[in-house]
């Protein structure tokens, strides 16, 4: 019974590895036609796209109005040259919009409206690169303090 379980295991991992292969770069001289040139280098080199990077938004309830909704987490994503997407969700509204910058300014604005009828705007100071607060104020009177991070 044992062996018959080691033979067991020794063709279900043949059966998982039958479909790995390992193919070497510049090892061996071409074979068929010839028609194979990688310049002499033994290493291919694929570009990647640069990772944009997302910032969250932290907006802590600064007044009764805003106590009723709760703390609110959201995203400014893609924000390149001083322009980016701002979006969250509260109350069951899901808000979006953009926040922008002045190329070289600390200072920026965040806007963003719900698609049930709501708006807010931000206004926020970047203290570093990945870090900043602000404050937020909605079309329902609720006030909101923003926190910023990368």
Not at 28 to 54: D, E, K, L, S, T
Not at 93 to 104: H, L, Y
Not at 128 to 137: D, H, I, L, P, Q
Request: net charge positive; aromatic share 8%.
């Amino acid at each position: 019974m044992i062996k018959a379980k080691k033979i067991l295991a020794l063709v279900a991992v043949s059966t998982m590895l039958s479909a790995c292969y390992v193919v070497p770069i510049d090892q061996y001289p071409p074979r068929g036609n010839g028609n194979y040139n990688n310049n002499g280098g033994g290493v291919a080199i694929v570009p990647v796209p640069a990772i944009r990077p997302v910032y969250t938004a932290r907006l802590y309830p600064a007044n009764d109005e805003a106590s009723r909704l709760g703390r609110i987490s959201g995203t400014i994503s893609n924000p390149e040259r001083g322009h980016g997407e701002f979006s969250f969700a509260v109350g069951g509204e899901a808000f979006s919009g953009e926040a922008t910058r002045d190329p070289g300014s600390t200072k920026g604005v965040a806007n963003a409206s719900g698609n049930r009828g709501g708006y807010t705007r931000c206004e926020y100071v970047m203290t570093r690169a990945e870090m900043g607060s602000g404050t937020c104020v909605f079309s329902n009177g609720a006030r909101f303090d923003m926190h910023i991070t990368q």
